[in-house]
């Protein structure tokens, strides 16, 4: 069974820049989280999708984080503009029972 | 509020000794979960070990073991006989019930020759 992937692997962009970050859970898995993990800081909770919905965006920074979920399979998440402060790894996670979570590899994003 | 603390930074240990990962929590629930989580230099968060709130037996996995004490609040993670694959940052996280994972600062291990 394939685990949580996660596209790209690393990017490195321009401040004021766009960059799209793509998710894709284990096959079957309704649910779906974000977390963000800056430099030395804990890793923080971004969101969270059951199937198509969010359930829980309180982690969400600003309004230029945009994450999607269409048809309930991968989730996209955007940052648009970028800013210096998004860098970090940006983790993906997915489970079918309520008590354990399936990491992704991450992307690690870096803002120039 | 729910909340994680890994007040160890860094820890060193000697190859084939035992060492202990300090985590402590804060939650309001009755019902949750502990976790550890791996992540090598790689990147990728690799499960470790999970132990339930209401588990009376404390968790283990090969190497791996969680020392559990309910009333003080901690999820303590012990690796016996260390290698040098266990170099790594180890991350304790709380979950309930479908909820977001609550993470400490992480804990940074040198596996020493």
């Known amino acids: 069974e394939a685990g949580v992937t996660q596209f790209p692997s690393h990017s490195v962009i321009e401040k004021g820049q766009t960059v799209t970050l793509r998710c894709d859970p284990i096959s079957g898995h309704d649910n779906l989280y974000w977390y963000r993990r800056v430099m030395g800081k804990e890793i923080k909770f971004l969101l969270h999708f059951v199937k198509e919905s969010k359930q829980d965006e309180s982690g969400m920074p600003n309004n230029r984080f945009l994450a999607e979920r269409t048809g309930g399979t991968y989730s996209t998440l955007k940052v648009q503009p970028a800013e210096l402060e998004d860098s970090g790894v940006y983790f993906c996670?997915?489970?079918?029972?309520?008590?354990?979570?399936?990491f992704g590899p991450g992307t690690r994003l870096t803002v120039l | 509020a729910q909340k994680i603390t890994q007040t160890q930074p860094g820890m060193f240990v000697q190859e084939k000794e035992a060492v202990t990962l300090d985590c402590t929590y804060d939650?309001?629930?009755?019902?949750?979960?502990l976790f550890w989580y791996k992540q090598p230099s790689s990147g990728e968060m690799i499960f470790l070990i999970y132990q339930g709130s209401y588990d009376e037996q404390n968790a283990t996995e090969g190497r791996y073991s969680l020392n559990f004490q309910k009333a003080r609040k901690s999820a303590n993670l012990v690796i016996s006989a260390s290698q040098l694959g266990d170099s790594a940052m180890y991350f304790c996280a709380m979950g309930s019930l479908g909820n977001q994972f609550y993470f400490g600062t992480g804990t940074s291990l040198t596996v020493i020759p």
């Open positions: 939650t309001s629930d009755q019902s949750y979960g």
């Open positions: 996670a997915s489970s079918d029972r309520l008590d354990e979570q399936f």
